[in-house]
């Protein structure tokens, strides 16, 4: 016959099951009824890092890359796919003509096309200043059969700035490169040899280029040794000064009434051949 005692401990154990009582404990000491609880640790954020762009000048650190070019506003589509399709046929020796300032030189250049200030043959040279002076930044282009005429080194004023050119001005004796728009006039023999003169488009911004004798010309300065020996090219009173090797093929390819357009980092320029704020 069970004991009183068993009969009221089960009676004890029926009552907690039923949730009148607490729960019966297990008969061994400092152990729970159920299995130990675990913490689940949230998983680590995986960190995802965007692929830096690709360098326009791998060779060369960030201090010396320009900055980035929004697009040109207000070009029609039509104009757009133009450019790209120039670019893509000038080859890849047009790799670091940035496509931004290409648009602002066509543009441009189409404009003044269509108000006649440009009647020579339809060449068009692009020059972007942003580059620093170790690099080949000056591109002569056949617009008319989409090719690449040259591709040379070309100096900046030494007002400008040495390796790179960070100021700009069409001020007198300021021996700073000027931006914008330029047609080519005639050629003449100076004290560097054949040479041609530039005449400004761009008022408030260029237009002293006759008054300020900025010219086409060859220079010592921008040769290869010169650049072999310094790392750099040297600097000019302001004209966009030529190797001494291709100086004589650019000039005679960029005939009287051609285009030159300079490009260069300043947000102070306006061109009434662009349309508005849309240098930067």
Not at 90 to 101: F, I, N, Q
Not at 173 to 197: E, Q, V
Not at 241 to 246: M, T
Request: glycine fraction near 10%; charged fraction near 20%.
């Amino acid at each position: 016959m069970r004991s009183t005692t068993t009969i009221l401990g089960l009676g004890l154990c029926l009552l907690g099951g039923l949730g009148l009582l607490p729960a019966c404990q297990s008969s061994d000491a400092g152990q729970s009824a159920g299995p130990p609880s675990t913490r689940i640790s949230a998983r680590p954020a995986v960190a995802t890092t965007q692929p830096a762009p690709a360098k326009l000048l791998p060779g060369l650190p960030d201090s010396l890359q320009p900055q980035p070019l929004a697009p040109l506003p207000g070009l029609s589509d039509s104009v757009r796919a133009e450019v790209r399709r120039l670019h893509a046929a000038l080859g890849p020796e047009a790799a670091t003509l940035r496509p931004a300032v290409l648009e602002r030189a066509y543009a441009g250049y189409q404009r003044l096309r269509r108000a006649r200030q440009l009647r020579g043959p339809r060449v068009l040279a692009v020059a972007d200043m942003e580059l620093p002076s170790s690099e080949p930044r000056l591109w002569v282009i056949d617009v008319r059969n989409s090719r690449l005429l040259h591709h040379s080194h070309v100096a900046h004023g030494r007002g400008s700035g040495g390796l790179r050119a960070r100021r700009f001005s069409d001020r007198l004796k300021s021996a700073c490169t000027a931006l914008g728009f330029y047609r080519t006039g005639d050629t003449y023999r100076g004290k560097h040899g054949l040479s041609r003169r530039l005449h400004g488009l761009d008022r408030g911004q260029n237009g002293h280029a006759s008054s300020r004798y900025v010219v086409l010309h060859a220079a010592d300065y921008a040769s290869a040794d010169y650049l072999a020996r310094h790392g750099q090219l040297g600097n000019s009173r302001g004209c966009p000064a030529l190797p001494p090797a291709q100086y004589r093929a650019i000039i005679n390819r960029l005939e009287e009434g051609s285009c030159l357009f300079i490009y260069g980092p300043d947000a102070a320029y306006a061109s009434r051949w662009l349309p508005a704020t849309s240098w930067q």
